[in-house]
């Protein structure tokens, strides 16, 4: 297997459901594991230890739910971006990932020719869609 760079998220007790919903939006298969289902025991059992979100065109998005104990600082400072020339999934996912949430620059052909867009969802996560013109598929 070749390596792979994918996101992994942190939540406050929202990941089941923030994750829960990517997978509604992107598809493919996800994977929860609690913290309970590790031995933990008490009020953080519920919670997720480890999900993974692997969807048909090869996104990995992983998260868990942050301990009570340790430093949660929500959206940080990045951003997720999904890029290419599949117009009519990137704007279904634009639309969907974005419902509930916060649409900083909606989707709209820019300067530089393509089609680009960014919002927050409603878990706080910074998302930009860049959907590549014919002439700027091969740098997408």
Not at 57 to 80: A, C, H, K, R, W
Not at 86 to 97: P, Q, V
Request: net charge negative; no cysteine.
């Amino acid at each position: 297997m070749a390596s792979r760079l994918s996101p992994y998220l942190q939540f406050r007790d929202t990941a089941r459901q923030a994750l829960e919903f990517y997978h509604g939006v992107l598809g493919g298969d996800l994977t929860l594991s609690t913290f309970g289902d590790m031995g933990v025991e008490g009020q953080e059992a519920h919670k997720i230890m480890h999900g993974m979100l692997t969807t048909t065109d090869e996104f990995v998005l992983m998260g868990s739910d942050t301990p009570e104990q340790m430093e949660y600082t929500p959206g940080g400072n990045f951003s997720i971006s999904l890029t290419g020339d599949d117009a009519e999934s990137l704007r279904r996912y634009f639309a969907g990932l974005s419902e509930g949430g916060d649409v900083t620059m909606p989707l709209a052909v820019q300067m530089w020719g393509d089609e680009f867009g960014m919002f927050t969802d409603k878990f706080g996560t910074r998302w930009m869609v860049n959907i590549a013109t014919s002439e700027h598929r091969d740098q997408a």
